[in-house]
């Protein structure tokens, strides 16, 4: 009886350890920048009205608090209309993208394991609606898109489960999950922990997709991987040559 009890309590332990790394472990891929030091500085470009500058200053310096990230909000270098990435840095924009079902989306462009350059937009068609014309909602997809450029995946990708209290968990009211938390910091010093004998640099990405609608779906390539109520959808497109481009969405509802 004591052998069958103590049996039945490490499988309960056993459980508990791979919820727990499960939880923990949400890098995407072995996806990061490459530099020579840390921490990583990074440009955020700001091509966002003025409505949304606040919201991008508060993720800067929430992602900034990570011993291995330093972002800086700096003048954008995109058109906001398209959003079109600039190699070695960040474009984060928002605009009336139209009724094209997706609320946030976050684009990295990768040679090898390595991000070259990323774009985060948000979809002013739904943001000016009542549902997510709020603080919280503008607040939660700023932090969790840029997440995403840092190579992060989410945390959690259940709508319905109790918040975990960051911005890389999903969630039908973001309330309390509009910064990151100890896990995303831990994550990103595990993404981190190795440096690289170059720091990321590659415009001839960014030139392979100079005529690339990447608003429209139709053009993120193949879906890859897609949450089970399909809130949240990745893409891969392959532009060969090693390099791909993802796109991480939340679709409106």
Known sequence: MIKKISLALFVIMLFGVFAYSANANHSWGSYHWARTANPLAL?????MSSAWDAYLAVASGDWTVSSVLDT???????????????????EVCNGKYGRNGWLGIAQIWA????ITQGVT?????????????????????????VGHIFGLDHQDENFSNANLGTCMDYTNNPGTNQHPNAHDYEQLETIYAHLDATNTSS???????????????SEWGQSIRESSDKKTSVFERDLGGGNKVFTFVIWAE
């Open 203 to 217: 415009s001839k990405i960014a030139n392979a997709n100079a005529r690339v609608d990447l608003d429209n779906p």
């Open 43 to 47: 440009k955020l470009g700001d091509n």
């Open 72 to 90: 800086t909000v700096v003048a954008g270098l995109a058109n906001p209309k398209n959003c079109k990435p600039t190699a070695g840095r960040v």
């Open 111 to 114: 040679s090898g394991s390595h």
């Open 121 to 145: 937009k948000m979809n002013d068609t739904y943001f000016n609606t009542a549902k997510y014309n709020t603080p919280a909602w503008k607040q939660f997809v700023v932090c969790q898109e």
